[in-house]
């Protein structure tokens, strides 16, 4: 099983749509949880903590479930800008290195 | 607004030939990690560095692959000699101690012909 495994979609919707990705994780002692979002031809860069109680950044919430090694994403309100490639992020612990999943492609259409 | 820079943003070489990935991590950023990104396995990482003393290299082939941080600002990676099989976007990312998440720099982009 992979440590960190997403659906790579791609997942086309339309502008104002709602869409949730989902990732699992395999080691159960991970500490930390992230979504990264990349860009086409651009590096990876921070889109939010996950915490265990769940958190919202604007149209953005994010929710971790431990007991079955879940987290997810939401997006409301889907602008154009939000098309990108959305990687799902564990730290299995404090000093090793994060683990990424390969990520899900959203594309949003007008 | 600090970033992690990297050189050359693009390399296009022949195979059999070196090749060498610079990276100055953000001031103060005491971790630096070197990842390989394709279609098929996403990123990768290769290796990574805790105060310039290298942690884990297990990601990378260690028979044409070498990384090195010559002081705190400057981290290398080398492929000698060079295959097709080693055309990938390679990014360096750098963080800090205790913290939790990395900062990319903008990658390179390498073709092996």
Redesign the interface.
């Known amino acids: 099983r992979k440590e960190v495994e997403q659906d790579p979609g791609p997942f086309n919707v339309p502008e104002g749509a709602t869409v949730a990705f989902n990732c699992t994780y395999s080691n159960s002692a991970s500490q930390?949880f992230?979504w990264y979002r990349q860009d086409c031809r651009?590096?990876?860069?921070?889109l939010m903590?996950v915490y265990s109680s769940g958190n919202e950044d604007g149209r953005f919430t994010a929710q971790l479930n431990r007991a079955s090694q879940y987290i997810s994403l939401l997006i409301r309100d889907s602008k154009l800008s939000d098309s990108a490639t959305y990687?799902c992020v564990v730290?299995p612990s404090?000093n090793t290195?994060?683990v990424?999943?390969?990520?899900t492609r959203l594309s949003v259409i007008a | 607004d600090a970033r992690v820079t990297q050189t050359p943003r693009d390399k296009v070489t022949e195979m059999g030939q070196e090749v060498t990935m610079r990276c100055q991590p953000i001031l103060g950023h005491n971790t630096v990690?070197w990842y390989r990104q394709t279609m098929m396995?996403?990123?990768e990482?290769l290796a990574?560095f805790r105060n310039r003393a290298p942690l884990?290299d297990s990601g990378m082939p260690k028979d044409r692959f070498s990384a090195e941080m010559p002081d705190a600002t400057l981290a290398t990676l080398k492929i000698q000699p060079s295959e097709p099989r080693d055309s990938a976007v390679y990014?360096c990312a750098s963080g800090s101690a205790?913290g939790?998440?990395?900062?990319?720099?903008?990658?390179t982009r390498l073709l092996v012909l």
């Open positions: 930390s992230f651009k590096e990876p860069k921070l903590s990687l730290n404090g290195p994060l990424f999943g390969k990520g | 990690f396995q996403g990123l990482l990574y884990d990014f205790g939790k998440t990395q900062y990319f720099g903008p990658g």
